[in-house]
């Protein structure tokens, strides 16, 4: 009896022990799973980007010991805090730990998924990336702003990371991120499809691409005039265009990409030295075209202390002195400086003062835009880029027709004094003069309308045969000496004789006219397109294969066949395309092109051959 009882309450301390590992088993898994945050099934994304933010889980590593099996342990797994759904961002504060980011994504649907990780324009010193490829095996990827651009995993401006999910397949992915200095915004993360991400790319870089090419017009415009004109101004505004381009490309992440990929320090340098030499640029600027030191002494002065200290700044940021506080006073100094300027310019009735006020709306507008568009008063779906890019090139316009004004003005006191030296010359001699540059003028006009009326074809407003051959000669001596390529395509409305013997000529020379045009708005900017005879067109494409202009005149083809000519309804076209072969004249590329269009017009019309 005695061993019957001794027996049960072994097997009761058992149970109990059983019970209470059951449950401390139960309370971690809950603890992880807590901490994990939300599942993201990527088999399910659409077009539009999701936030992150409430899918991560996030764990402070103070002393930047931990790695990637250590997180991975209960003890640690179960420290993971997941963020609010409503958070914008995972937000690190001031501080200078490590953090570790962990990522569960699931693929529910029968196929396999790509998508793409963005961190968007976070300033991330360094990024390790953790994942598991195909076969099951541990990789890792490490790149941030403190490493060379080469190091990401994805060609572009923002940190991004591609991940593939097998169908019906989940995957922790970890981040370790960390910086030399605090990170003191939240990181925005989001995850899209590759297709769509592909085409918010493509869209993003085309809405950067108006601000740069505005700016570079600007650039290349001056620069003539300061070479022409012998202003040294002109090379001022272009000093000031030039920061204000190279700074957006440093605000953006451009820079990095495509000017200083190899020097991490550039980039981190690249925005504190170019807003001081913007500022530089444009104190200077400010100076000469309000003429501060005829119109206000005082001020100039104090407006040169002002450029002395930017300067002084700007070495020793360049020498690595961490001075960025000072740094983010001198913005508001100094715009403050230029106001202030512009409006005692204004006041003693400076001409350029006003356009230099007008010029500080954009900037100014954009900032306050931008300002209210983050703290939720102005909801908006323009970029914060694009605000800050379009003030930017109204200042940049607004400085560009205060020059202008002043070349105006300039140009009228010379005007001046040449009347007046004039009026004291003989009248004879001033009309003979006047006379002589009047019919210089005319016979000038006549030449350049007789070399244009002979290249010119009259019925289309192409280029004629003559100048398609004389096109033809220069490519082929460009190819000859660049190893560059260029194409042919050889065009011939299919069946034009019927539309002349049914409808008459003056109907057929409208068909010729809508054909040209339509061919026209077709092409590129550098194709030269032209009649080459009767109802046969020719295509000169630089720069461009056989293949390429094989798939341009198929869009032709199919634009043109879509077309409802006026009378004649539908017309086709047929196509012969040949590229530039070594040792080719121009008689063998064009009968290339020729055989090609025949074999079109033999194998049934309306389509695009090549040789």
């Not at 002979?454 to 033809?472: A, F, P, Y």
């Not at 490519?475 to 004789?497: G, M, P, Q, T």
Request: charged letters at 20%.
């Amino acid at each position: 009896m005695t061993e019957f009882i001794s027996a049960a309450m072994t097997a009761h301390r058992t149970n109990r022990l059983l019970l209470a590992l059951l449950l401390l088993g139960l309370s971690v898994w809950a603890g992880c799973a807590v901490a994990a945050g939300k599942g993201l099934d990527v088999g399910q994304l659409g077009e539009k980007p999701v936030s992150l933010t409430e899918y991560f889980a996030v764990l402070e590593d103070p002393k930047a010991a931990l790695s990637l099996l250590d997180v991975q342990k209960p003890e640690i797994a179960s420290r993971f805090k997941a963020e609010p759904a409503s958070a914008s961002g995972v937000d690190f504060g001031d501080s200078c730990s490590a953090f570790w980011l962990r990522l569960t994504l699931r693929n529910n649907a029968s196929h396999s998924t790509e998508s793409v990780i963005d961190f968007g324009k976070s300033k991330i010193g360094t990024v390790v990336f953790y994942y598991e490829d195909e076969n099951g095996v541990s990789r890792s990827v490490t790149t941030g702003i403190s490493l060379p651009f080469e190091t990401r995993p994805y060609n572009h401006r923002n940190l991004v990371f591609p991940v593939t999910l097998a169908a019906h397949r989940a995957q922790t992915y970890y981040f370790r991120l960390q910086s030399a200095d605090p990170v003191r915004i939240p990181v925005r993360m989001r995850i899209l499809t590759s297709t769509a991400f592909h085409e918010y790319e493509v869209r993003d870089y085309l809405g950067h691409a108006w601000f740069f090419g505005m700016a570079c017009a600007m650039i290349v415009f001056n620069l003539l005039l300061a070479l022409i004109l012998r202003d040294t101004v002109y090379l001022q505004y272009v000093g000031f265009v030039f920061c204000v381009t190279l700074q957006a490309a440093a605000e953006t992440g451009m820079g990095f990409q495509f000017l200083w990929r190899d020097s991490p320090r550039a980039d981190f340098l690249a925005m504190p030295a170019l807003v001081l030499s913007s500022h530089l640029a444009l104190i200077s600027l400010l100076r000469r075209m309000v003429d501060t030191a005829r119109i206000m002494p005082r001020y100039d002065r104090v407006l040169v202390v002002i450029w002395y200290i930017h300067f002084f700044v700007l070495i020793a940021v360049v020498c690595s002195y961490r001075i960025f506080g000072l740094f983010n006073l001198l913005v508001p100094v100094v715009m403050t400086a230029a106001l202030v300027a512009a409006l005692l310019g204004i006041l003693k009735k400076e001409r350029g003062a006003i356009y230099f006020l007008a010029a500080f709306i954009g900037p100014i507008a954009g900032a306050i835009v931008n300002s209210s568009h983050a703290s939720g008063l102005m909801p908006i779906d323009i970029p914060p880029e694009t605000l800050t890019e379009g003030g930017a090139v109204f200042e940049m316009i607004m400085l560009a027709f205060a020059l202008a004004d002043r070349y105006k003005q300039f140009r009228q006191e010379k005007d001046r004094a040449q009347r007046e030296t004039i009026e004291a010359q003989a009248q004879l001699n001033s009309n003979l003069e006047w006379l002589v540059e009047i019919r210089t003028k005319e016979l000038s006009e006549s030449n350049k309308k007789l070399e244009h009326l002979s290249v010119t074809d009259k019925l289309t407003g192409l280029s004629n045969r003559l100048k398609l051959e004389q096109v033809i000669e220069d490519e082929l001596n460009r190819s000859r000496h660049h190893s560059s390529l260029f194409s042919l395509v050889l065009i011939d409305i299919d069946a034009f004789k019927s539309v002349n013997d049914t409808y008459g000529h003056p109907i057929g020379d409208q068909v010729l006219i809508e054909v040209a045009r339509l061919l026209l708005e077709g092409v590129r900017e550098a194709d030269c397109v032209g009649r080459w005879g009767g109802e046969e067109y020719l295509i000169i494409c630089p720069d461009m294969d056989a293949g390429e202009a094989a798939a341009l005149a198929e869009t032709l083809r199919r634009k043109i066949d879509a077309h409802a000519f006026a009378v004649v309804g539908n017309k086709t076209l047929s196509f012969g395309v040949s590229g530039y072969r070594n040792g080719d004249t121009p008689a063998r590329i064009m009968k290339r092109a020729d055989d090609a269009l025949y074999r079109a017009k033999k194998n049934g019309r309306n389509r695009v051959e090549s040789v």
